[in-house]
């Protein structure tokens, strides 16, 4: 029922959510806001005595921080910035309590400085890093196991469960991911395609081929490959038109979208990096190694690009001269004023056999929440992070939706049907998430893919001693937290 709600509300052009318009009509507008926010029946309300909760959140600039997700800024769109005052006022109302934030370029070392200074506490209640940062916190011991706290409902739909599972070691999770958490979904990778080259190749229709389940990378490969167009100087360069456009991230996701995953877990759910590869994985990674070398492809981690990898990649789409670009969701933000028509499509499957896509959120700019251990009263805190995902999936998902669709209402219905799938089902890889603690097991993969060279399990092989000792290192330090 809440999915049907949410498409009627995306599809709305007159949401509660209103641009406010000069400062101080901001207050009245997040007023007004909030009192379109029901109250849950199911989460406790409890009078927590003016208590101040603070977040801290990383800015490493470039745009690359989290701090929007828990306070409105003025570079953040007004459908976003007034469900995030909406969804705080709510929280602040029912507990009687006041959200703070503050940022730091360095969350890590700053969690690190607070707590060997001996924290009373009252500095910071939550952090929301990103998973590698998430790691680096719970490897030093700063971060509460989230497992036996009261009021926490992983099941329900405004927790992303995946993350509860993916990444618990030993039975232990410290980091949880929600409605709240929309960086996520800006560093979430899909497929998005320029409608027109489609028409005039007369490709068949992707959102059925995904809708029927058929969106493999065999397929995405193939319909990729009928493209290429020279500009005329019979030399391939940035500058012909390609049937996909990435740089070497598309690695890391495709590799997700076909279910791989580097690092296993053992019996007991402790960490472990296999000796050798599966079938499956040098079966897929053969076939991305093909991809990306071959001349459709506009692969810019290759030398004659890499300096400018990424605006490369990006331009070459919103310029009309890539049929597929694959990417975050947060460049949605430029796509919009493309003068082609473009869609989006998640991740392809490995193969047909595959029950469900799979969405790569990237490990390091992305975002969670987790809980220090220099906080006190964490049962409070708990109760906390439940209903600020509660509230946050009827006020911050659909704004984040509506904000991507907005002024594409034709397109709507597929286009809000792709991104609840994309956003729906994330598969996390500690062999990509360990990548700044000595474990760089994608930087491994996605040389030998910018090098043409399909020596996966070889080289898998020959780091398996050097990273297994880091992994074992992380289960030692999970084993001895309390």
Same mark, same amino acid.
């Given at each position: 029922m809440k999915k049907l709600i949410l498409?009627?509300?995306?599809?709305?052009?007159?949401?509660?959510?209103?641009?406010?318009?000069?400062?101080?009509?901001?207050?009245?507008?997040?007023?007004?806001?909030?009192?379109?926010?029901?109250a849950a029946?199911?989460?406790?309300?409890?009078?927590?005595?003016?208590?101040?909760?603070t977040f801290l959140t990383y800015n490493r600039g470039g745009g690359y921080t989290t701090t929007p997700e828990i306070l409105k800024t003025e570079e953040q769109a007004d459908v976003i910035n007034d469900a995030i005052v909406s969804r705080n006022l709510t929280i602040e109302e029912n507990y009687n309590v006041k959200i703070e934030c503050y940022e730091d370029e360095n969350i890590v070392e700053e969690l690190n400085r607070l707590t060997l200074a001996g924290s009373d506490g009252s500095e910071v209640d939550f952090v929301i890093p990103s998973q590698s940062y998430a790691i680096a916190m719970m490897v030093a011991g700063h971060l509460v196991p989230l497992n036996d706290l009261p009021y926490l409902n992983f099941g329900a739909e405004y927790w992303d469960s995946?993350?509860?599972?993916?990444?618990? *070691? /030993?039975?232990?999770?410290?980091?949880? $991911?929600? &409605?709240? +958490?929309?960086?996520?979904?800006?560093?979430t990778y899909l497929v998005f395609f320029n409608k027109r080259i489609a028409t005039e190749e007369n490709i068949e229709d992707m959102y059925a081929l995904v809708d029927e389940g058929k969106w493999t990378f065999e397929t995405y490969a193939e319909i990729s490959q009928r493209v290429y167009r020279d500009d005329g100087d019979t030399v391939v360069d940035k500058?012909?038109?390609?049937?996909?456009?990435?740089?070497?991230?598309?690695v890391d996701a495709f590799? *997700? /979208?076909?279910?791989?995953?580097?690092? $296993?877990? &053992?019996? +007991?759910?402790?960490?472990?990096?296999?000796?050798?590869?599966?079938?499956?994985?040098?079966?897929?990674?053969?076939?991305?190694?093909?991809?990306?070398?071959?001349?459709?492809?506009?692969?810019?981690?290759?030398?004659a690009y890499k300096a400018q990898r990424v605006q490369i990649a990006h331009d070459t789409f919103t310029e009309g001269r890539a049929l597929f670009f694959v990417d975050c969701l947060a460049t949605y933000t430029d796509l919009k004023y493309m003068e082609d028509e473009f869609g989006m499509l998640p991740l392809p499957k490995y193969d047909e056999e595959q029950k469900e896509y799979y969405t790569f959120s990237h490990f390091q700019n992305g975002s969670c929440l987790a809980i220090p251990q220099m906080a006190k009263d964490v049962d409070d805190l708990a109760l906390i992070a439940e209903a600020i995902a509660y509230y946050s999936h009827d006020?911050?998902?659909?704004?984040?939706?509506?904000?991507?669709?907005?002024?594409?209402?034709?397109?709507?219905?597929?286009?809000y049907r792709m991104i609840d799938k994309i956003t729906s089902n994330y598969l996390y890889d500690f062999g990509l998430i360990l990548y700044d603690y000595g474990v760089p097991v994608n930087t491994t993969v996605r040389m030998l893919v910018t090098n043409n060279l399909k020596a996966l399990s070889s080289q898998m092989k020959s780091v398996q001693k050097m990273y297994s000792a880091k992994v074992e290192a992380i289960n030692a330090k999970v084993s001895e937290i309390d």
């Open positions: 498409l009627v509300l995306v599809l709305s052009m007159t949401l509660t959510f209103l641009p406010s318009c000069a400062e101080e009509q901001e207050e009245e507008a997040a007023e007004t806001t909030a009192s379109t926010v029901e029946t199911d989460i406790p309300v409890k009078d927590m005595q003016e208590r101040t909760i995946n993350m509860i599972a993916d990444t618990a *070691i /030993g039975g232990k999770n410290y980091m949880m $991911q929600c &409605d709240m +958490n929309w960086v996520a979904w800006d560093t500058d012909d038109t390609f049937g996909t456009s990435a740089c070497n991230v598309c590799m *997700i /979208g076909a279910g791989i995953t580097y690092i $296993q877990k &053992d019996a +007991n759910g402790y960490l472990v990096l296999p000796s050798s590869t599966t079938e499956q994985m040098d079966n897929i990674f053969n076939e991305i190694v093909d991809f990306c070398n071959a001349s459709e492809t506009l692969y810019t981690d290759h030398p006020t911050v998902r659909p704004a984040y939706i509506n904000n991507i669709l907005e002024g594409r209402i034709a397109q709507a219905e597929n286009d």
